[in-house]
């Protein structure tokens, strides 16, 4: 079936380091979601991305959807410990109805 | 305040005993959603409602059952809960089930089945 995979599974850095979250889907997606899940707390829509190639920035953090809109990434720049936590991608499958999440990527931050 | 409302938000009982966990959007959503969440495994999806009386299986239906009689309600029924269904199970719901509207997530039930 249609499978959402992101990478890497647990990412820790230095306060101030970059990181990256990659998700890949075994089928092209009409569209891309991604949120935010804090320690303990239930995820957060951070942002959508429709368009083939697209590029959005918020703030630090700059979501990517892949050319052939199979790929998405999450780059943050510098980051804070307020970036702790899990983010997930999420596509709709192909007939509707459902939102097939990533297994998502769990940051930690090292002040 | 737009909100989705879960309860109880901690629960612990014992194989074979029913219940349910209720889930409530102020939204006037018609796409709810059932998930839960374990280590390593991600969200995954247990039922969705695309609208009241409309309710279809997720990727991990087995052991629960839903119902949609009321647009704002779509509550989660383990009728025989059993060690393997303890999970922390979000409720979400969003504008539509075209996959475009962004969910908006309840803060949880975390489930111990002894």
């Known amino acids: 079936g249609q499978q959402v995979m992101q990478i890497p599974q647990y990412q820790h850095v230095q306060e101030g380091e970059d990181f990256t979250t990659y998700c890949n889907s075994s089928t092209t997606l009409s569209n891309i979601q991604w949120y935010k899940q804090r320690p303990g707390g239930h995820p957060v829509f951070l942002i959508q991305l429709v368009k083939s190639g697209e590029v959005k920035k918020q703030k630090r953090l700059t979501f990517q959807f892949g050319e052939a809109k199979k790929n998405s990434s999450l780059h943050i720049t510098a980051t804070q410990t307020t970036d702790v936590g899990t983010y997930f991608c999420?596509?709709?499958?192909?007939?509707?109805?459902?939102?097939?999440f990533g297994q998502g990527t769990e940051l930690s931050v090292k002040p | 305040e737009a909100q989705v409302t879960q309860n109880p938000r901690y629960l612990i009982t014992v194989t074979g005993k029913k219940l349910t966990v209720t889930c409530s959007q102020n939204m006037n959503h018609e796409y709810m959603s059932w998930y839960r969440q374990d280590p390593g495994l991600g969200l995954r999806q247990i039922y969705y409602?695309?609208?009241?009386?409309?309710?279809d299986k997720g990727d991990v239906p087995e052991g629960y059952k839903v119902s949609r009689k009321e647009k704002r309600n779509f509550p989660l029924i383990l009728e025989s809960p059993s060690p393997n269904q303890t999970s922390l199970y979000f409720c979400?719901?969003?504008?539509?089930?075209?996959?475009?509207?962004?969910?908006?997530f309840g803060p949880g039930t975390r489930l111990t089945v002894l």
């Open positions: 979400a719901s969003s504008q539509t089930g075209t996959g475009y509207n962004e969910q908006f």
């Open positions: 409602s695309m609208n009241v009386e409309v309710t």
């Open positions: 999420a596509g709709p499958n192909n007939q509707g109805g459902k939102l097939i």
